[in-house]
Structures are given as structure tokens and as C-alpha cells.
């Protein structure tokens, strides 16, 4: 079969699509043919479009990648796909799926849903494409038919991952990407991007996991060949471990970092990290294979707040693992949340002392956003906290939390609102000098990127659109 598979525009290139990429490997392994439009690569025109829609005649499938932000997008896109091709089927994949399949389905044209882990899925359901009564038999998929939404009984997931073919990186434009990763270019790193471990042990309130809580990894042999791979490829010093959790094996990371040693193999890497494994002498031996960075959702500097969220860890942790990191010559990342049920001017107090005595110089805190799939979601419904309806709510979701959306308090929305920024202005002011020069280099080098992704022209129109609210959300 021949399939189209399509990346909506994200908003952030600084990880290339990596599940369309396993994708594509997949089902190209398996005979079928292949190829990608990929709309964060290319900024198309409506007439741009419609001509590349008029093409879709040679494929037998669509095949769009799409998180909850995209809503808006899988919505318009598929509608124009049917518009010219009305047999043509359009299939959903990606994080999407577990938030609002049945909702996609009755307001989209998207005609099946496929849900978590997509290689097996996805090959067994191109092979059946044109024989609809087949679909029944499809583990893990939701599906239309005759205006009734079906789903089927979920998909056991692939055990072993090192038999996985390495994601099919020539079908991206890896230097688009790679141009784009972010943090580390300006030091000169070239970035590059291997998933090893799928799902997550944890119950975070607000988070909704593509792979449940189910773990599997790949062994630490596996992963590094194909950073070598990749290297050989595309010449990167850097590698981003992608994944929900990378820590949540801790013999595992010790294997990895013991295998890069044995292996002699020279490059950094940086991955996402729980606060609750902090050990001086496990950071260390990472450090000495290379790892620079770690990304820890804290989330909050409020015990109470961490408790409400299901964190399942302590501020206390928090700080003993950013101070254990730092020890061992790693940074620390810590994004934090804004606005999560129980929130009060006393809990806005301890973030903002955890982030000043842990001198995180972090400025920017997101609203917390409740996605469908998730605990938050429900809990938001069901006191009445969404005022939207549903499918304007989904449509709303494009933004990147950074504006307000939900109020999960008790406090009334503008007090809210002012608190965020107040509390924001009263983080820059915590900032030294050394810290605002960083950050001022970190803003400039920002804008370059986003002038050489959207042109001088494209980034004033999105700067306008961000400081005004007329983003269009995709
Ligand atoms: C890396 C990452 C990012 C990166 C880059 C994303 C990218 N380009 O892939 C960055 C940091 C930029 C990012 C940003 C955001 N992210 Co993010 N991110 C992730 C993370 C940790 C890993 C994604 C990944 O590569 N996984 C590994 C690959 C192998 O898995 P996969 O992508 O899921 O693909 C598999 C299946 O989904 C499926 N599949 C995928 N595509 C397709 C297509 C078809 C046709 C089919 C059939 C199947 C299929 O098969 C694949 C192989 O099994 C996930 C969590 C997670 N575990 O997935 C969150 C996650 C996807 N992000 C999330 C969110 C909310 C965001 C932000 C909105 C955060 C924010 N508030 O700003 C932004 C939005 C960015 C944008 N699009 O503009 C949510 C999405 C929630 C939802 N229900 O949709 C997730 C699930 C985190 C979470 N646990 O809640 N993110
Ligand atoms: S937020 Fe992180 S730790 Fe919590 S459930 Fe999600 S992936 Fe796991």
C-alpha cells in the first residue's frame, strides 16, 4: 500500500517527529511504501495546499501524527481531504488517541483512531484498509462505520523493543531539525534524538501517557548503537533520550552509562529525570559518560500542591535532587506549574522561595492546562471548572499553556491571571545579572532561530498574533 503519513505544524521543532518516523519504518518494513508532508517543515499556502491535496489520489491511506494541540488541525485537514476524496482513509495516531478518540471521531472526518503504541496497529491496519469489515478484528483502534463509533480491545505492547527498526530518519528533514533543537546550539552542540524506554510507573494527576504505566526498554547495547548510527549519519555530539521518564530503571541507566564508558563512546546526552532516584554516586557515573542535562518535572515548590497532583514525591526530594545534580556537574531543568487545584497565595509563596534558594533563575510558569485522558480532566468536569463546550474547549488547547484557560482554584480568574504575572516579574527581579545576560543571549539566539524557521516577516506576524491573541491555534 502506499501511504502518506503527515506531521501537523508544532508550534516547537526541537524534537523531529519521532513516532512517525518509528512508524514509517514499520510499515515500510512490512512492504509498504512510504511518504511524509510534514507541515512544521513546510509553512504551506491554502492554494499550496489544495494543489498538494489534489495529489492525493496515488495514496491508499492518510496518516496524521497528531497530540491534543492539534485538534484543530486534524479537523481542518481531514475535512479538505474529503472534500477531494471522499473513500480516502484518514487514520489518527499519536497522543491524540488516548485523550479524545471517540470526540475526534464524531466531530472530524478521521475515520479510525489508533490508540497508544502504533507499529503493530498500524501495519495490521494498512494491510485490512480496504476491507472495512476487517476492521473488528484490529486490536487497539476506534473506528467508524455506518456513523457508529466502535472501538476494539486494546493492544498488548511490543515486548521487546531492540527488534524495532531505527525510526526512518531519511524520510525527515533531519538538518531542519537538528537546526532547531534548541538549548544546546548555542553552545555548539549538534543535537540528535533516540527513544529508550516507553511508559511511565507514575500517576501524575495532570499527565496523560501514551504508553500507560506499562514499562518497556531497550537494552543499553541497542540504544547506543543507534546513537552511533545516527552519528554516523548526521554527525550530532549531542543526544536527547526521548521519553516520559528515562530514570524510572535505575540498573538500566547504570547499564547505559556503564556500556557508553565501556564503549568508549564520546558524546553528551541529557534525558528527563525523577526526583526520587537522586544518588550522588549514580549522577556521577553519568556524568562521566556524558550526560550534561536533566529535566525533572517538579512541578511545584508546595508539598501541599505536590500532593494534589499525585506526584508521589516531596519538595524535599526536589531539592536534594537539583542540589545531588548540580554535585555531580550536571544541570538541573525544572519547569514548573501555575494554577493546579488547591493553588492559594501560601503555595505560590513556597514555589517561588523553592526556585529563589535553589537559585533555578526560572521566570516563566505555565497554567495548568486539564487534557482529555486525564485525572485533572475529569476532576475539572465534574466541578464544573471547563467553560466551554467540548469541542471548542479541544479547539482551545492549541495554545502552550502560557495563556489562561481553566481555573482549577478558588480564587476568582483576574486575581488568577494578575498573581501569574506578578509572581513572574517578581522571579525576573530574583535573577542576578550574570543570569539576565544568559538569559538575554538565550532570548537573542531564540529569535535568530525562529528568523531562520518563519522568515523576518513570519516572526513579527507570530510575535504580533502572541502579544494580541489572534494566534490561530493548531
Ligand atoms: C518529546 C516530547 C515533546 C517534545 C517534542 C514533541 C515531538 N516533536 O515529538 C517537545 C518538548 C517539543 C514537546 C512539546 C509539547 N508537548 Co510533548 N511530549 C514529548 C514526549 C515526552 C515524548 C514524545 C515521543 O517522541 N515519544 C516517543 C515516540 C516513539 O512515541 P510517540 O510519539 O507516542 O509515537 C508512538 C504512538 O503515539 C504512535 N503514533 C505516533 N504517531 C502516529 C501516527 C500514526 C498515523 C499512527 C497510526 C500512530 C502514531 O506510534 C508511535 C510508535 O509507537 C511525550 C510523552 C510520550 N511518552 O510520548 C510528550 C507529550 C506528547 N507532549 C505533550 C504535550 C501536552 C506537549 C505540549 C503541548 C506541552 C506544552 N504545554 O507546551 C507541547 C506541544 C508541542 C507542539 N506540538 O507544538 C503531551 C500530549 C498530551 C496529549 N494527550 O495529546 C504528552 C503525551 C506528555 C504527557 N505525558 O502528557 N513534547
Ligand atoms: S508527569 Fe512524568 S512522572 Fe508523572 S506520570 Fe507523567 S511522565 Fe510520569
Known amino acids: 500500500m502506499k501511504v502518506l503519513l503527515v506531521y501537523p505544524p508544532a508550534r516547537d521543532a526541537s524534537v523531529f517527529p519521532l513516532g512517525l ?80 478518540p471517540a470526540t475526534l471521531l464524531k466531530n472530524s472526518d478521521v475515520d479510525i483512531v489508533v490508540a497508544d503504541e502504533g507499529e503493530l496497529t498500524a501495519s495490521e491496519l494498512i494491510n485490512s484498509i480496504k476491507e472495512p469489515g476487517k476492521f473488528k478484528y484490529i486490536k487497539g483502534i476506534w473506528y467508524k462505520e455506518n456513523g457508529q463509533i466502535h472501538q476494539t480491545p486494546p493492544r498488548e505492547r511490543i515486548k521487546n523493543l531492540d527488534s524495532l527498526p531505527y525510526p526512518s530518519w531519511n524520510l525527515i528533514d533531519m538538518p531542519f531539525y537538528m537546526k532547531h533543537a534548541g538549548a544546546y546550539l548555542e553552545r555548539g552542540l549538534r543535537t540528535g534524538w533516540v527513544s529508550p524506554v516507553r511508559g511511565c510507573p507514575f500517576s501524575c494527576g495532570f499527565c496523560s501517557r501514551p504508553f500507560a504505566q506499562t514499562i518497556t526498554y531497550r537494552s543499553p547495547n541497542s540504544i547506543i548503537d543507534e546513537i552511533l548510527e545516527f552519528k554516523r549519519i548526521y554527525n550530532n555530539t549531542h543526544v536527547k533520550l526521548v521519553a516520559d521518564e528515562f530514570m524510572v530503571n535505575i540498573d538500566m541507566v547504570k547499564n547505559f552509562a556503564k556500556s557508553l564508558l565501556e564503549r568508549k563512546i564520546k558524546i553528551t546526552w541529557e534525558a528527563n529525570g525523577r526526583v526520587n532516584f537522586a544518588d550522588i554516586d549514580l549522577f556521577r557515573l553519568m556524568r562521566k559518560s556524558g550526560c550534561i542535562s536533566l529535566s525533572y518535572g517538579i512541578e511545584s515548590g508546595s508539598q501541599k500542591i505536590l500532593n494534589n497532583m499525585n506526584k508521589m514525591a516531596t519538595v524535599e526530594q526536589s531539592r536534594k535532587a537539583i542540589e545531588l545534580t548540580r554535585k555531580a556537574g550536571i544541570t538541573a531543568r ?141
Not at 518516523?21 to 512510504?34: C, D, F, P, Q
Not at 495546499?49 to 484543530?72: M, P, R, V, W
Not at 522571579?427 to 538575554?440: A, F, Q, S, V
Request: proline share 3%.
Open 21 to 100: 518516523a518509528y512508524i514509517a519504518s514499520y510499515l515500510r518494513k512490512n512492504g509498504h511504501e512510504v511518504e511524509l508532508l510534514d507541515f512544521t517543515v513546510r509553512q504551506l499556502s491554502g492554494a499550496e495546499l489544495s494543489a498538494e491535496i489534489k495529489q492525493f489520489n496515488k495514496y491508499d491511506c492518510i496518516g496524521i501524527s497528531a497530540i491534543i494541540t492539534a485538534y484543530n488541525f486534524v479537523k481542518e485537514f481531514s475535512k479538505h481531504v474529503k472534500s477531494h476524496f471522499p473513500n480516502l482513509p484518514v487514520v489518527v495516531g499519536n497522543a491524540i488517541s488516548i485523550a479524545c
Open 334 to 474: 525544572t519547569p514548573f506549574m501555575f494554577g493546579y487545584i488547591g493553588e492559594d497565595k501560601a503555595t505560590i509563596a513556597d514555589t517561588v522561595n523553592f526556585i529563589k534558594q535553589a537559585k533555578l533563575g526560572v521566570t516563566r510558569l505555565f497554567f495548568t492546562t486539564p487534557y482529555p485522558g486525564t485525572a485533572l480532566y475529569n476532576w475539572a468536569l465534574q466541578n464544573n471548572r471547563i467553560k466551554y463546550e467540548e469541542d471548542v474547549y479541544l479547539s482551545l488547547l492549541g495554545n502552550n499553556a502560557e495563556k489562561f484557560l481553566v481555573n482549577l482554584t478558588d480564587m476568582p480568574d483576574e486575581e488568577l491571571v494578575r498573581l501569574k504575572a506578578e509572581t513572574e516579574s517578581e522571579l525576573r527581579k530574583l535573577l542576578g545579572l550574570k543570569m539576565k545576560i544568559k538569559y538575554g543571549l538565550k532570548r537573542i539566539n531564540y529569535i535568530k532561530a525562529k528568523i531562520s524557521q518563519l522568515g523576518v516577516a513570519g516572526t513579527f506576524k507570530k510575535a504580533v498574533n502572541k502579544l494580541f491573541g489572534f494566534k490561530k491555534h493548531v
